[in-house]
């Protein structure tokens, strides 16, 4: 059973930092691509950024390019957000996904086939 266990989301103030990590089980992580979605009140869940199961490639958002790094440690199961410079408008929800449907876009939503429960982020002005 894959689960995926999201973390270090907080409240920070605006131009803060926070490093989002989320732990991977049940499936073989090394072979798996990863993303990062957020969802903020109101607003449907959106792409943050993904990477490729052995690193080598990268994709983000246009909001967040330049402030965000997606990492991934194979050896501990664990994939990485480091976020800085953070603006009330990264506020929302945040989630990892796995399971990529290799039909969708590494972008959409629809591309992962399994989630964590999500991380707060508040990022205050």
């Known amino acids: 059973q894959v689960q995926l266990v999201e973390s270090g989301g907080g409240l920070v103030q605006a131009g803060g930092s926070l490093r989002l990590s989320c732990a991977a089980s049940?499936?073989?992580?090394?072979?798996?691509?990863m993303g990062w979605f957020r969802q903020a009140p109101g607003k449907e869940r959106e792409f943050v950024a993904a990477?490729?199961?052995?690193?080598?490639?990268?994709h983000y958002a246009d909001s967040v390019k330049g402030r965000f790094t997606i990492s991934r440690d194979n050896a501990k199961n664990t994939v990485y957000l480091q976020m800085i410079s953070l603006k009330p408008e990264d506020t929302a929800v945040y989630y990892c996904?796995?399971?990529?449907?290799?039909?969708?876009?590494?972008?959409?939503?629809?591309?992962?086939?399994?989630w964590g429960p999500g991380t707060q982020v508040t990022v205050s002005s």
């Open positions: 996904a796995t399971g990529r449907r290799v039909a969708w876009d590494i972008r959409s939503r629809y591309g992962y086939g399994y």
């Open positions: 049940g499936l073989t992580f090394s072979s798996s691509a």
């Open positions: 990477i490729t199961s052995n690193g080598g490639s990268t």
